[in-house]
């Protein structure tokens, strides 16, 4: 049996009576509380990047593979699809799956209400399973059958703002060639991912309605999304995907540009990071107060329990011993500190993720409910960091009782 250790056992237990119960139980809130929040801040940036990226990626694909026009962020030329191209990117082993798509602006009417949308036209080749896992009334717009359904999946929000439900029809403007366009399409299904910046504004309907509006080519489309294993992966197969179009024979691949997520969305990504730098300057200032009542705590244990010291002193325990005392006692406050954080912060996150309880404004915050994501590599980081830095600082106000002398310190009355 380790002496210091029971030593140290006894003396807390002894000391839930005495002057330093007090400052036990503040160093002790301490601890609970900035764990709790530390845990907090890194599930909640965690759930935000996870989340709008999950979205966006399901909305756009890992690489969009367009016209190079894309490039100044405008309005993409159309290409020819190429079904050997396609096959030809399904080759590349970090690839999962290839989907032609076709985009178009419009106008959506119902009545006196007018929203502006971005139509995605998709066909039987685009791998629809994400779209269908966010579909909360209805069905997918039929792609498969031999004659076109006229069909168009909305966002519950965009069906909100217009009146409708599923089964009705909508009215839509199309700004396509010299005059506008309007066309009737019946709405199969609402979708709601969360993410209402773009719920607002995207809508899906079968491809071979957008070339009919258009007047479009037979094989003409946008681009090819593509959707990888890894999604860590995407600019390095941006690479190789434009070195294949660079050595392609056909032409119509010669102005493909790949842009990956983050390239398409510089904005969201920027305000991502800034969001990481808000999270590190928490955890570095709930630390700092940690580690100052944990501080405060030991100084406190030392002075008073000086007779105690002088006594161990004069029975010749020596200075790095009576240290251990203090360093288990600190470990042993720590220890509860943490449970109880741990605890409090994990079930605060499993509560949110389950029932959405704090929701937040979709025009500020993108998402309309506080994502959260319990990476458990990064609470276990966390806690052994705590861990070692909160010991290690506690050999500093440890190093007080080498100054007291035992003749001294035996005056004084527990």
Same mark, same amino acid.
């Given at each position: 049996?380790?002496?210091?250790?029971?030593?140290?056992?006894?003396?807390?237990?002894?000391?839930?009576?005495?002057?330093?119960?007090?400052?036990?139980?503040?160093?002790?809130?301490?601890?609970?509380?900035?764990?709790?929040?530390?845990? /907090?801040?890194?599930?909640?940036?965690?759930?935000?990047?996870?989340?709008?990226?999950?979205?966006?990626?399901?909305?756009?694909?890992?690489?969009?593979?367009?016209?190079?026009?894309?490039?100044?962020?405008?309005?993409?030329?159309?290409?020819?699809?190429?079904?050997?191209?396609?096959?030809?990117?399904?080759?590349?082993?970090?690839?999962?799956?290839?989907?032609?798509?076709?985009?178009?602006?419009?106008?959506?009417?119902?009545?006196?209400?007018?929203?502006?949308?971005?139509?995605?036209?998709?066909?039987?080749?685009?791998? %629809?399973?994400?779209?269908?896992?966010?579909?909360?009334?209805?069905?997918?717009?039929?792609?498969?059958?031999?004659?076109?359904?006229?069909?168009?999946?909305?966002?519950?929000?965009?069906?909100?703002?217009?009146?409708?439900?599923?089964?009705?029809?909508?009215?839509?403007?199309?700004?396509?060639?010299?005059?506008?366009?309007?066309?009737?399409?019946?709405? %199969?299904? /609402?979708?709601?991912?969360?993410?209402?910046?773009?719920?607002?504004?995207?809508?899906?309907?079968?491809?071979?309605?957008?070339?009919?509006?258009?007047?479009?080519?037979?094989?003409?489309?946008?681009?090819?999304?593509?959707?990888?294993?890894? @999604?860590?992966?995407?600019?390095?197969?941006?690479?190789?995907?434009?070195? /294949?179009?660079? @050595?392609?024979?056909?032409?119509?691949?010669?102005?493909?540009?790949?842009?990956?997520?983050?390239?398409?969305?510089?904005?969201?990504?920027?305000?991502?990071?800034?969001?990481?730098?808000?999270?590190?300057?928490?955890?570095?200032?709930?630390?700092?107060? /940690?580690?100052?009542?944990?501080?405060?705590?030991?100084?406190?244990?030392?002075?008073?329990?000086?007779?105690?010291?002088?006594?161990?002193?004069?029975?010749?325990?020596?200075?790095?011993?009576?240290?251990?005392?203090?360093?288990?006692?600190?470990?042993?406050?720590?220890?509860?500190?943490?449970?109880?954080?741990n605890a409090i912060a994990l079930s605060l996150a499993w509560v949110q993720q389950e029932w959405h309880v704090v929701r937040l404004s979709a025009e500020g915050y993108m998402l309309n409910y506080l994502p959260v994501e319990v990476e458990w590599w990064s609470v276990v980081a966390l806690n052994a960091g705590v861990i070692a830095i909160t010991l290690a600082m506690m050999l500093l106000p440890s190093q007080l009782i080498s100054r007291i002398s035992p003749?001294?310190?035996?005056?004084?009355?527990?």
């Amino acid at each position: 049996m380790n002496l210091e250790y029971i030593i140290a056992r006894r003396t807390a237990i002894e000391d839930r009576a005495s002057r330093s119960s007090v400052m036990m139980r503040i160093a002790l809130f301490a601890v609970v509380l900035g764990v709790a929040v530390m845990i /907090l801040t890194l599930a909640v940036i965690a759930g935000f990047r996870t989340e709008i990226y999950s979205t966006l990626r399901g909305f756009g694909a890992d690489i969009s593979l367009t016209h190079y026009s894309a490039l100044g962020y405008s309005e993409p030329e159309r290409v020819e699809y190429d079904s050997l191209w396609a096959e030809e990117l399904l080759a590349i082993p970090e690839v999962r799956s290839v989907g032609s798509y076709a985009t178009m602006g419009c106008m959506a009417k119902s009545g006196e209400n007018v929203v502006g949308l971005s139509l995605k036209g998709i066909g039987v080749d685009y791998p %629809a399973e994400w779209w269908e896992s966010r579909i909360v009334v209805g069905e997918m717009p039929e792609v498969r059958s031999e004659s076109r359904r006229k069909e168009i999946l909305l966002s519950e929000r965009t069906a909100q703002l217009l009146g409708l439900k599923v089964g009705d029809k909508v009215e839509m403007l199309f700004m396509e060639g010299e005059r506008p366009r309007r066309d009737r399409l019946k709405i %199969a299904g /609402l979708y709601a991912t969360g993410f209402e910046e773009v719920d607002r504004t995207m809508a899906l309907a079968d491809i071979r309605d957008l070339r009919r509006i258009g007047s479009w080519g037979e094989n003409e489309i946008t681009g090819y999304d593509i959707m990888l294993h890894d @999604e860590a992966r995407s600019e390095a197969v941006a690479e190789q995907i434009t070195l /294949l179009c660079e @050595e392609a024979e056909s032409e119509a691949v010669w102005n493909l540009s790949p842009l990956t997520l983050r390239e398409r969305e510089p904005v969201t990504f920027d305000w991502l990071k800034a969001h990481n730098i808000n999270a590190q300057v928490i955890i570095v200032i709930l630390i700092c107060v /940690l580690l100052f009542n944990m501080a405060s705590a030991v100084l406190i244990m030392v002075l008073d329990r000086r007779a105690t010291i002088g006594l161990l002193k004069a029975q010749g325990m020596r200075s790095s011993h009576i240290r251990r005392i203090f360093i288990f006692r600190s470990a042993l406050l720590l220890g509860k500190g943490l449970v109880w954080g741990n605890a409090i912060a994990l079930s605060l996150a499993w509560v949110q993720q389950e029932w959405h309880v704090v929701r937040l404004s979709a025009e500020g915050y993108m998402l309309n409910y506080l994502p959260v994501e319990v990476e458990w590599w990064s609470v276990v980081a966390l806690n052994a960091g705590v861990i070692a830095i909160t010991l290690a600082m506690m050999l500093l106000p440890s190093q007080l009782i080498s100054r007291i002398s035992p003749a001294e310190s035996l005056k004084y009355k527990q």
